[in-house]
Antibody, heavy 124, light 106 residues
Framework: VQLVESGGAFVKPGGSLRLSCAAS????????MSWVRQAPGKGLEWVGR??????????DYAAPARGRFTILRDDSKTTVYLQMNGLRTEDTGLYYC????????????????WGQGTLVTVSS | SSDLTQPPSVSVSPGQTATITCSGG??????ASWYQQKPGQSPLLVIY???KRPSGIPERFSGSHSGNTATLTIRGTQAIDEADYYC?????????FGGGTRLTVL
C-alpha cells in the first residue's frame, strides 16, 4: 500500500497550488479520501474529504478551506487532488492524504492509510 | 483552536498507566479515533470507534468513551510510546482533531 503526495511548493500569498496523492495497493475507488495538514510544530488539522464515485464524489471541507480549496479524484489514475486557491500564510504546512479508518472491499479488517506528506510554504 | 480539548502534556513513568482525555460537545454523539505521531513520521491509528484496536497495535492501548469525553489509556507504558497523541471525531460532514497531547515517558 502506498499513498504518495506531491505538488508541494513555495508560493506567495494569493497564489494557487494543486497537490496530488497517488494511491496504490488497495481498492482506491472504494475509499473515501481525506486531506489533513500540519503546520510546522503544530497539531493535525482536517482539511476535507471526498466520497466515492458511487456517492457522487460528494465533498466536505473544514471551515478554513471552504470556498478556497477543492478536492477532486480520478479513480482511473487512483489519484486524489487538492486544488488550493487564494493561499494564505496560515496555509503553510505539511499536507497528508489519508483514507481515515475504513473498511475496504477485499481488505481484511479496518485499515487507515497515510502518505508521507508534501510541504506547502506560503510566504511573501 | 480545536473543538476537542486535550491536555497539552502528560508524563508517566515506564511501566505505569498513561491516560489522555479528549472532551468537547462534538464528542458526545460521535465515535473517537486516536492517533500516535512520532517526530518526522505520519500519524498512526491506535484506536478507532472508541475502543477498537487496529491489527498490529499492542494490547496495552485501549480506549473508552463516556458522555462528552473519550479516553486513551496506555497500560504498562514503554519508552517507545513517547509521542504526540491526537483524538479525532467524525460526524457526517467533518473530521475534527483535538489539539494533541505530548506523552513523555520519564
Amino acid at each position: 500500500v502506498q499513498l504518495v503526495e506531491s505538488g508541494g511548493a513555495f508560493v506567495k500569498p494569493g497564489g494557487s497550488l494543486r497537490l496530488s496523492c497517488a494511491a496504490s495497493g488497495f481498492p482506491f475507488s472504494d475509499a473515501w479520501m481525506s486531506w489533513v495538514r500540519q503546520a510546522p510544530g503544530k497539531g493535525l488539522e482536517w482539511v476535507g474529504r471526498i466520497k466515492r464515485k458511487t456517492e457522487g464524489e460528494s465533498t466536505d471541507y473544514a471551515a478554513p478551506a471552504r470556498g478556497r480549496f477543492t478536492i477532486l479524484r480520478d479513480d482511473s489514475k487512483t489519484t486524489v487532488y487538492l486544488q488550493m486557491n487564494g493561499l494564505r500564510t496560515e496555509d503553510t504546512g505539511l499536507y497528508y492524504c489519508t483514507t481515515g479508518p475504513t473498511m475496504l472491499q477485499g481488505v481484511k479488517g479496518t485499515v487507515d492509510y497515510w502518505g508521507q506528506g508534501t510541504l506547502v510554504t506560503v510566504s511573501s | 483552536s480545536s473543538d476537542l480539548t486535550q491536555p497539552p502534556s502528560v508524563s508517566v513513568s515506564p511501566g505505569q498507566t498513561a491516560t489522555i482525555t479528549c472532551s468537547g460537545g462534538k464528542m458526545g454523539a460521535l465515535f473517537a479515533s486516536w492517533y500516535q505521531q512520532k517526530p518526522g513520521q505520519s500519524p498512526l491509528l491506535v484506536i478507532y470507534q472508541d475502543n477498537k484496536r487496529p491489527s498490529g497495535i499492542p494490547e496495552r492501548f485501549s480506549g473508552s468513551h463516556s458522555g462528552n469525553t473519550a479516553t486513551l489509556t496506555i497500560r504498562g507504558t514503554q519508552a517507545i510510546d513517547e509521542a504526540d497523541y491526537y483524538c479525532q471525531a467524525w460526524d457526517t460532514s467533518s473530521g475534527v482533531f483535538g489539539g494533541g497531547t505530548r506523552l513523555t515517558v520519564l
